[in-house]
């Protein structure tokens, strides 16, 4: 058996060659007016053409069974594979699907090394790891050809999980949405630790109805895998409806296994280095911000409000009769107070706004593109919180100064210390009170 080297250009594999042939005909079948391409493949009484886009102008009527190929650079019909079978047609079918198997594994690897090598690249250009995560899943969706993706998170307290970002502008929606660990399609994953597709959602009891219903999304497929790093479990990732429509494969699991795999890695340590980050910008009592990042936002905001002719608030605030909670209760009744509070101020203001445990017992409270009159009634939000809340026989009261940039300074140092002035100017006058600056 004679073997051309142009018979590896061939990119046509089936299992039954009349079953899978475009043409079928005799051997005086006219030819000259057929063009052939790597898939097409004429079968014939006495011959077998497989085409390599190229014109095939003829027939040479053998005995045997024949498979020809066109050099690529040629004009005329060149080489040859002989078979004194069908069986021996076959084995060279079966080995070509596997050098095509190959081939594909090759293109696959290439294009999960695509994806690594571009969240890696995000990872060492950005600090911000919902950029790295974002940059990551765009890739990953762009790869796999799915219409939407959706990230999520563990929170280990809980044991559940939490979306942190979607390609959907739906965020808000999903904000309230928890997923218990074992629940629901992620919740599956995160227990089992293993990936999954699933391509009728509408037959599988695991899928949450809920998800679809506070987005308006209509879920079809979908494919999960687990985000693991160092061992922990701290994420799934879910790949929605593909673009085309058609099912999702095993070579897509695959190769999404393979890119969560590494992938993981990098978005774990990402995760890490921002939770680090975060802990140098907190109070270690209340998790409020600390005065270190409350200056600094407040300096950033100011910024921002001088370029663009905006304004800003800053609320400064200390609790009445603090004192007495440590003297007759102690110091770890003091902090348990303090924790209560925090919250409350939290509570009541925006969730753009930036919360901070200023020292002891003071807080403070910026407001990006509010006056010191619209924070007014944030103020008084706080203030009615803490009176509503005793602490034992303790009645808790709060004076507060509300001080404003451009009205009242242009400095941090400045709206800073209008807003204290105000505060203590309520709180040597009548205590349980709002006082805004001068």
Same mark, same amino acid.
């Given at each position: ?25 005799? %051997? ?31 027939? &040479? ?11 690529? %650079? ?33 293109? &696959? ?14 990872? /060492? ?46 965020? $808000? ?5 928890? !997923? ?16 999954? &597709? ?24 979908? +494919? ?34 393979? +890119?969560?795999?590494?992938?993981? &890695? ?10 680090? =980050? ?21 300096? =950033?905001?100011?910024? $921002? ?9 800053? /609320? ?25 509070? #925090?919250?409350? !101020?939290?509570? #009541?203001?925006?969730? =753009?706004?930036? #919360? ?45 100064? !509300? ?9 941090? =140092? ?13 709180? +040597? ?6 006082? !805004?600056?001068?």
């Amino acid at each position: 058996m004679g073997i051309h080297k142009n018979l590896l250009n061939i990119l046509w594999f089936g299992e039954v060659p009349r079953k899978y042939a475009r043409y079928v005909g005799s %051997s005086q079948t006219d030819l000259s007016a057929l063009t052939l391409f790597s898939h097409d493949i004429i079968i014939f009484t006495d011959v077998f053409y497989i085409g390599h886009q190229s014109e095939i102008k003829g027939i &040479i009527p053998v005995d045997d069974y024949y498979v020809y190929t066109r050099r690529r %650079s040629g004009q005329d019909i060149s080489g040859c594979m002989t078979f004194s079978s069908e069986k021996e047609f076959r084995l060279m079918l079966f080995i070509e699907k596997k050098l095509m198997k190959l081939k594909e594994s090759e293109r &696959i690897l290439s294009r999960n090394y695509e994806v690594l090598n571009h969240v890696t690249t995000s990872a /060492i250009n950005l600090s911000d790891p919902d950029v790295i995560m974002r940059e990551f899943m765009n890739k990953v969706q762009t790869l796999l050809n799915t219409r939407s993706w959706s990230l999520l998170l563990l929170n280990r307290e809980r044991n559940a999980l939490y979306f942190r970002m979607t390609n959907q502008n739906v965020r $808000k929606k999903l904000s309230k949405i928890e !997923i218990p660990v074992g629940r629901g399609v992620a919740g599956w994953v995160a227990s089992t630790r293993e990936a999954i &597709i699933i391509n009728d959602v509408g037959t599988d009891a695991r899928f949450l109805q809920e998800v679809d219903e506070a987005t308006g999304f209509e879920t079809k497929r979908i +494919m999960a895998a687990p985000l693991v790093g160092k061992g922990e479990l701290f994420g799934v990732i879910e790949l929605i409806n593909k673009d085309s429509g058609k099912p999702f494969t095993e070579d897509d699991l695959d190769s999404l296994r393979t +890119m969560v795999k590494y992938g993981s &890695i990098i978005l774990h340590n990402a995760l890490m280095f921002n939770e680090m =980050e975060e802990m140098t910008k907190r109070d270690d009592l209340t998790s409020l911000f600390n005065s270190r990042y409350q200056n600094w936002f407040l300096e =950033e905001s100011i910024k $921002k409000a001088t370029q663009y002719q905006g304004f800003l608030s800053i /609320i400064f605030l200390d609790l009445d009769n603090f004192k007495s909670v440590n003297d007759n209760y102690g110091h770890l009744a003091g902090s348990s107070v303090l924790v209560d509070v #925090a919250q409350l !101020i939290k509570e #009541a203001v925006r969730e =753009e706004d930036v #919360a901070s445990r200023y020292g002891g017992d003071e807080f403070t409270v910026i407001q990006p593109g509010l006056t010191a009159e619209e924070s007014r009634k944030y103020a008084e939000a706080i203030s009615r919180s803490v009176c509503n809340y005793n602490y034992r026989d303790i009645r808790l009261t709060v004076s507060i100064g !509300i001080a404003s940039f451009p009205e009242h300074g242009s400095t941090t =140092e400045a709206i800073l210390s209008k807003a204290d002035k105000a505060m203590y100017k309520r709180k +040597m006058n009548q205590k349980n009170g709002i006082e !805004i600056a001068e």
